[in-house]
């Protein structure tokens, strides 16, 4: 079983590898790229349904009890500063992989009759293929920089796929919002992330969340500030899971191909918010005021989207509310510790 926790990299570079095959094509050979439609779809399904598989398997040797598995390499380092990357193989990873693979590998196949007589077709599978690698990178990082990473690249691609038709001043204008606002969330998590460090010397999830206890209980910071670092990070889920107050972009979005709608607002990006609180579990737990307004953040939040949702024409627009609904129930449930069923209302 081990040989396939060590190719457990290849889930996030398989799709990767679709992506810049395809884009390479059309940067360099745009009008053979674009005739060769079928051929280019079915490289990008395939290579994401290899990845699908992987995680599958990984998923079932986590159900089996195989301890977590990390690979790490040394990415950066000076004087005793060290920082690591590589991949991370635990129950919250797998599954997520498995949602997103899933998810993803479905709208993929639904996209080839969808985008059949667009022009921009074969663009439209690359971006799919690098939003799938981006977003399984995420979920498999085994720190907060790392994540960091993924998670502005999951931002650049929902930039490109909710403006896919840029010429519609509508899709122009919702993707900007969308950018904009996923910005001011991503602003609070870097601030937040930074004094973590500042505070605990690590990015490591379990290590943060020890020493940050620590730290806490013996005086040396005061639990205001460790609630401070704690609510920063959490805007980061408030934003890329539209909770309120920066949940204005979701229902804007669906400007976007409808695909696009399926795949990130309503099922793998918005979700790696709620992810990013159970990864950051450690250190949110010990922290009662946090908790407690990530539990009111997501209360609020889920009565308002279905409040809203109520009142709409727009079928999309109702499913944009009804999913900012239910990403507020698994947030609130996140918040009031049953960590399980949140991810369970994920799945």
């Not at 005739?35 to 290899?50: F, H």
């Not at 998923?59 to 977590?68: D, E, F, K, R, V």
């Not at 908790?291 to 949702?309: D, E, N, P």
Request: glycine content about 8%; overall charge negative; charged content about 10%.
């Amino acid at each position: 079983m081990e040989p396939l926790y060590q190719y457990a990299w290849l889930v996030p570079v398989l799709p990767l590898v679709g992506a810049t095959l395809v884009g390479a094509g059309l940067i360099s050979f745009n009008e053979v790229t674009n005739r060769l439609r079928q051929v280019n779809a079915v490289l990008i399904i395939s290579t994401l349904g290899a990845s699908m598989v992987l995680s599958f398997a990984l998923l079932w040797s986590q159900i089996n009890g195989h301890a977590p598995y990390n690979q790490m390499i040394d990415w950066a380092s000076a004087g005793n500063f060290h920082l690591k990357m590589g991949y991370t193989i635990d129950h919250l990873s797998a599954l997520m992989s498995v949602i997103v693979t899933t998810v993803a590998f479905l709208v993929m196949i639904y996209t080839d009759g969808y985008m059949a007589h667009d022009p921009g077709y074969v663009r439209f599978y690359a971006y799919l293929s690098i939003f799938s690698s981006s977003m399984l990178g995420l979920v498999i990082s085994p720190n907060l920089v790392q994540i960091y990473v993924f998670w502005e690249l999951v931002g650049m691609c929902s930039y490109l796929l909710v403006g896919f038709w840029f010429t519609r001043p509508a899709a122009a204008d919702a993707c900007q919002k969308a950018f904009v606002t996923n910005r001011v969330g991503d602003f609070g998590l870097l601030l937040g992330m930074l004094g973590l460090f500042w505070a605990t010397g690590s990015f490591e999830f379990d290590v943060m969340g020890e020493r940050l206890e620590e730290l806490v209980s013996s005086g040396a910071i005061a639990g205001s500030l460790a609630a401070l670092f704690a609510v920063l990070v959490f805007l980061g889920p408030v934003a890329k899971s539209a909770q309120f107050p920066l949940h204005v972009w979701l229902p804007d979005a669906m400007e976007g191909p409808t695909p696009i709608s399926a795949l990130i607002h309503a099922a793998t990006m918005v979700a790696a918010g709620v992810f990013l609180i159970a990864r950051m579990y450690p250190v949110f737990e010990p922290i009662p005021t946090a908790m407690t307004v990530i539990a009111w953040t997501g209360a609020f939040t889920a009565f308002l989207g279905a409040s809203i949702a109520l009142t709409q024409n727009d079928i999309k627009k109702g499913l944009a509310y009804s999913t900012i609904s239910q990403l507020g129930y698994m947030v609130m449930a996140m918040g009031i510790g049953a960590y399980s069923a949140g991810l369970f209302h994920l799945m």
